[in-house]
């Protein structure tokens, strides 16, 4: 199931580019909103029982029920006691480089190549 991009009435932005991967050695240049693309929600969500915890999750937004357990991507657990930031730093800092290479040349969904979309989300800022 594709969400497609709205226009700023409200009209649907029609998927009408093809994603172009950036070449190796350049940074990531954002797509255009009709370049067809995967929505990929990536945050931190606390919680647990006894020792708290911190999860770094990862879903796909233009799915059917996105946010079913089922449906996420666990990246990472780790104890969170506190909030701080230097924990948090420490918990992505290893999934920076996979996202940078899922960001980078794109996705195949269905044998067309789409550009990612990414989303943070989740309860903790980092």
Known sequence: MDRFVRDGTGAKVPDTEAFVPTPPGLLYAPHSDSTADLNLCV????????????????????????????????????????DDNAGLHEMMGPCVVELQRTLTPGVAVGGTLRAVRLIWMGDLAF
């Open 43 to 82: 945050g931190l969500d606390k919680g647990g029982s006894g020792t708290p915890t911190a999860q770094l999750v990862a879903t796909v937004a233009n799915q059917a029920r996105p946010q079913s357990r089922f449906n996420e991507i666990l990246m990472s657990t780790m104890p969170c006691i506190r």
